[in-house]
Nanobody, 116 residues
């Protein structure tokens, strides 16, 4: 499995913005899903946003209208633009790809902390 690498996390005040990026260490073929998960302290990991080829974009209800997922397929790159951040958005954010054959790829995570 090829590792994915996330970047862009950090500390931000409520109402602020961050943009996360994710790309593999080398090019991966056959990717049809790119997405972001997050895991808050003491909580279960949840799907935040994803793009599926031919089927569009999905978001968890709590981030609709605030987060935007986008991709650059030619570079195997996925982004998560996070606006109007709230303390409850604090979590480790993980990048996830799914390729043909149901092969999955994960990043190690990047920490987003929303606090005043």
């Amino acid at each position: 499995q090829v590792p994915l690498v996330e970047s862009g996390g950090g500390l931000v005040q409520p109402g602020g913005s961050l943009r996360l990026s994710c790309a593999p260490s080398r090019i991966i073929g056959g990717i049809y899903v790119m997405g972001w998960y997050r895991q808050a302290p003491g909580k279960q990991r949840e799907l935040v946003a994803r793009i599926t080829s031919g089927r569009g974009t999905d978001y968890v209800d709590s981030v609709k209208g605030r987060f935007t997922i986008s991709t650059d397929n030619g570079k195997n790159t996925v982004y998560l633009q996070m606006n109007s951040l709230k303390p409850e958005d604090t979590a480790v954010y993980y990048c996830n790809f799914v390729a043909l054959g149901a092969i999955t790829y994960w990043g190690k995570g990047t920490l987003v902390t929303v606090s005043s």
